[in-house]
């Protein structure tokens, strides 16, 4: 599955042919937000007739359409208004909510439900909830977790706890998450929280010579919390510096041969499934960056490492060449 942050729709054929079997788009301030969250509208942002040209587009091309909400960090695009200021766990910072004001969930609620609800033949919900920058030192967090025995997990897990029940009570869709966050969460609270029933963990390592026993012990850990389904995120440009103008194509095959030795190994853990891969390709590092590699200077890199993933390890022995195509032992989904 590819993971954009803009979607280019003349390239969707090109992701098909490559292997991709899914688009995982994430909108920010370029989808068409009406109403109450108008302000959140990017002078550039999609119409409503691009949002449905988009899931043509994809379906015509056999891509399954994901779409990502941010719903805890990363909503700078939210919180940089004046009119959602009051809703930052710090004031001075406006990349992660406040989970402990009760305007804060139905804001999300109402992000939510605007995307979904221009997206009906959705299957999956992305929400996001990584790097939440900053949680725990707001005095609200300070004051929840001097009563709860300073358990931020806990409190992490409460805010999305409520945004998996509100999806699954209100769209039946099953969540996806950056599992970033829930390293740092004891078992016994991601169990007590009782997310894993509807959501799964998308577990993320964009290094090229990352420590696949560690990736195991991750995978394990989310096992004995009571996930069913795992995903896996991998990179294949915009992640070797904000500044970065040229995709380093050998760094990004080296991280896909990586997760290709982890996909091979999930036989030996039946109690958690592979359910797809995600290679996402990041267009910058936050919302208030200058953009990194562009998508163009990219698809070389994307050809790669999607055909990597298609072909095994063998694929590229001399000289770089395209074919194939990915088999759908989980969903091969790319990103930009």
Not at 88 to 116: C, D, G, I, Y
Not at 137 to 159: I, T
Request: charged fraction near 20%; aromatic fraction near 10%; charge should be neutral.
């Amino acid at each position: 599955m590819v993971h954009l942050t803009c979607a280019s729709l003349q390239i969707f054929p090109l992701f098909s042919k490559l292997g991709a079997n899914g688009i995982l788009i994430e909108y920010e301030d370029m989808f068409p937000f009406k109403g109450d969250l108008e302000i959140l509208k990017s002078p550039y942002a999609y119409s409503e007739e691009d949002i449905e040209k988009i899931q043509e587009l994809a379906a015509l091309n056999k891509l399954e359409l994901i779409p990502l909400v941010q719903t805890f960090g990363h909503v700078e695009f939210i919180l940089k208004h004046d009119k959602y200021r009051h809703l930052r766990e710090v004031e001075r910072f406006p990349n992660s909510f406040n989970p402990h004001v009760q305007e804060t969930m139905a804001v999300v609620k109402s992000v939510v439900t605007q995307v979904l609800s221009k997206h009906p033949q959705a299957n999956w919900v992305h929400i996001g909830a990584d790097e939440v920058f900053h949680l725990g030192e707001g005095m609200d967090s300070k004051n929840w977790m001097s009563r709860n025995a300073g358990n931020m997990g806990k409190m992490y897990l409460n805010h999305i706890r409520d945004v998996v029940s509100f999806i699954t009570g209100q769209w039946g869709l099953h969540t996806l998450l950056w599992d970033d966050m829930l390293r740092k969460v004891d078992m016994a609270a991601i169990q007590d929280s009782g997310i894993a029933k509807h959501a799964s963990p998308v577990l993320w390592f964009y290094a090229p010579d990352f420590d696949t026993q560690q990736i195991g012990k991750y995978i394990a850990k989310y096992a004995e919390c009571g996930f069913k389904t795992i995903w896996f995120a991998s990179a294949f440009k915009g992640t070797t510096g904000p500044a970065q103008a040229w995709t380093p194509l050998n760094n990004h095959l080296q991280n896909h041969l990586r997760w290709l030795k982890v996909i091979q190994s999930m036989s030996k853990m039946p109690s958690i499934r592979f359910q797809g891969i995600v290679l996402t390709g990041w267009q910058r590092y936050d919302h208030y960056s200058a953009l990194c590699e562009l998508l163009p200077v990219g698809i070389p890199s994307l050809a790669v490492c999607l055909q990597t993933l298609v072909n095994g390890e063998g694929t590229w022995l001399g000289s770089c060449a395209a074919g194939g195509g990915v088999c759908r032992k989980g969903s091969t989904m790319g990103g930009v």
